[in-house]
């Protein structure tokens, strides 16, 4: 069946280092990758999207890379801030925006 | 724009008892989602609508009844709660059907005892 699943489950780094989160996924079939943020106490935040056909997207301080050969799915995260800490969540477009979303990873970031 | 909003923000049941979850989108969107997120997993997909007066099963419906009457609101209800349902409850919107960004609210705790 479908899954999205992330390899480690806490990333720890130093305040202005590039921060890389990744994470598997199963589904040959999805249109969209995207990837969230969740602070604390609080709901999801939409991060960037990648579409299936895309190897690369690049936004504000982030860039997600897609290879479609492993299965794989990236987020980089330039000069990574205090702010930035958060769990991040990768998920899939399954159809009518239906998200199946991967387990997360914890990202820390110390001053 | 309030965006999307919950109500309440905690609630502790009995088993048994029932409840229903408000979630409310000021943004006129079409597509509304209800998730749960247990401890240190993802969101899971409850049901979804993809308009008003439209309702539809996602990932693990059992247990769960939704409707959607009016455009802004989207109500999650639990006839008999049981306490495999405690859980942190989020709602979601989007503007299509094309969109990726989905709005979430800022969750609702559920404990049941």
């Known amino acids: 069946g479908e899954s999205v699943g992330l390899h480690l489950p806490t990333l720890s780094v130093q305040e202005g280092d590039n921060s890389i989160i990744n994470c598997a996924y199963s589904n040959s079939a999805s249109d969209y990758f995207i990837w969230y943020k969740q602070e604390s106490g609080k709901g999801p935040q939409f991060i960037i999207d990648i579409r299936s056909n895309m190897d690369k997207r690049q936004g504000q301080r982030v860039t997600v890379l897609l290879n479609k050969t492993v299965k794989h799915l990236s987020l980089q995260i330039a000069a990574t801030q205090p702010g930035d800490s958060a769990v991040y969540f990768c998920a899939e477009n399954t159809g009518f925006q239906k998200l199946v979303f991967g387990t997360g990873t914890r990202l820390l970031v110390s001053p | 724009n309030a965006g999307v909003t919950q109500t309440p923000k905690f609630r502790v049941l009995k088993t048994g008892q029932s409840m229903t979850l408000l979630c409310a989108q000021d943004?006129?969107?079409?597509?509304m989602y209800w998730y749960r997120q247990d401890p240190g997993m993802g969101l899971r997909l409850i049901h979804y609508s993809v308009g008003e007066g439209t309702t539809a099963k996602g990932e693990v419906p059992d247990g769960y009844n939704v409707s959607r009457l009016k455009k802004q609101n989207f109500l999650l209800g639990l006839e008999s709660a049981a306490p495999s349902q405690t859980s942190v409850y989020f709602c979601a919107s989007t503007r299509w059907s094309v969109d990726n960004e989905q709005f979430f609210g800022p969750g609702t705790r559920l404990t049941v005892l």
């Open positions: 943004m006129n969107h079409e597509y």
